[in-house]
């Protein structure tokens, strides 16, 4: 096959699925991502320029119609659709979970498996935990244990039910939280957009790993010290930090693009806020992910 072929080809063939698959909720991340990955142009250019005359040039010239069709989506996806978290009225959840709170629960820890989706953590609830979910793949088997003093509570999706030929291929997944038990989070989610406003909680930990996502965090100082672990894709991330605590960042961030306005750079990979060592509450992030973006503002 010629190598102008194979590049229209899988061209043409990446974008349509592109919009297929984003019509119909399959893919439901964001694409913030091209903005900081243009420049592999320029490689896939110069490959094939050097290979021009071998046999691999197909091959390259391929990836370079399948990443070229990436980058337009996720350009006109980010200039023209544009996203936000608006809500659906209440007539639109099908799925509902909760458990009670008693006094004796001083920590609990909150885990969420799930694939690509769309996650919301939010307000405040007098129940330990309130959620709701809607779309044909939002079904979650939901799980919680007390023992102790301490709560697990586990949202695990149940793909066994999903219904792939009745309305949209969703998954919209709503938490609220009690604000008095000090709180460890794991989420293992997919291709995704969340956001997760935890500055109502004591969050001692939280542990995010992630696939291809648009990500934001806020996160509060109710807690003398938190732990955020971070492992993503092709993800952007925003995290929201009160100027009130002391806050480093650090971790393989090589091929991310940064933005970190009011820390200062302290060593390689490591990043801190000027109130860093007198600050009574810290925040401790560490990052590893892919090419990605990652910005932190402070509040």
């Excluded at 934001?216 to 109710?222: A, F, H, N, S, V």
């Amino acid at each position: 096959m010629k190598s102008g072929q194979m590049f229209w080809g899988l061209f043409l063939l990446t974008l349509g699925s592109l919009f297929l698959l984003t019509k119909y909720d399959v893919i439901q991340s964001s694409f913030d991502f091209v903005w900081n990955i243009w420049p592999l142009i320029f490689v896939f250019w110069g490959a094939v320029v050097i290979f021009r005359h071998t046999l691999v040039k197909p091959l390259i010239s391929g990836a370079f119609g399948i990443f070229l069709a990436v980058m337009c989506f996720g350009i006109m996806e980010n200039t023209f659709f544009g996203f936000d978290f608006s809500q659906p009225d209440n007539s639109h959840f099908s799925e509902y979970y909760n458990e009670d709170y008693d006094t004796s629960i001083k920590t609990a820890r909150l885990e969420i498996n799930s694939g690509a989706g769309t996650f919301i953590i939010s307000g405040t609830t007098d129940k330990l935990i309130d959620g709701k979910a809607y779309g044909s793949l939002a079904e979650y088997d939901f799980h919680t244990n007390k023992d102790d003093g301490n709560a697990d509570i586990s949202f695990n999706l149940d793909k066994r039910n999903g219904n792939f030929f009745h309305g949209r291929f969703r998954n919209h997944l709503e938490i609220s939280m009690n604000v008095n038990p000090v709180w460890d989070l794991n989420f293992n989610i997919g291709a995704s957009k969340s956001n997760f406003d935890l500055s109502n909680y004591k969050v001692k930990n939280l542990e995010l790993h992630t696939g291809a996502t648009s990500t934001r965090i806020k996160l509060g100082d109710r807690n003398d010290s938190t732990d955020v672990t971070v492992e993503m894709g092709a993800a952007s991330l925003i995290l929201e930090i009160p100027k009130t605590t002391g806050c480093s960042v650090s971790g393989d961030m090589v091929m991310m693009s940064k933005d970190f306005p009011g820390l200062s750079k302290k060593d390689s990979g490591l990043y801190e806020t000027d109130n860093f060592d007198k600050s009574w509450k810290k925040i401790f992030v560490r990052v590893n992910g892919g090419v990605s973006s990652i910005r932190l503002i402070r509040y």
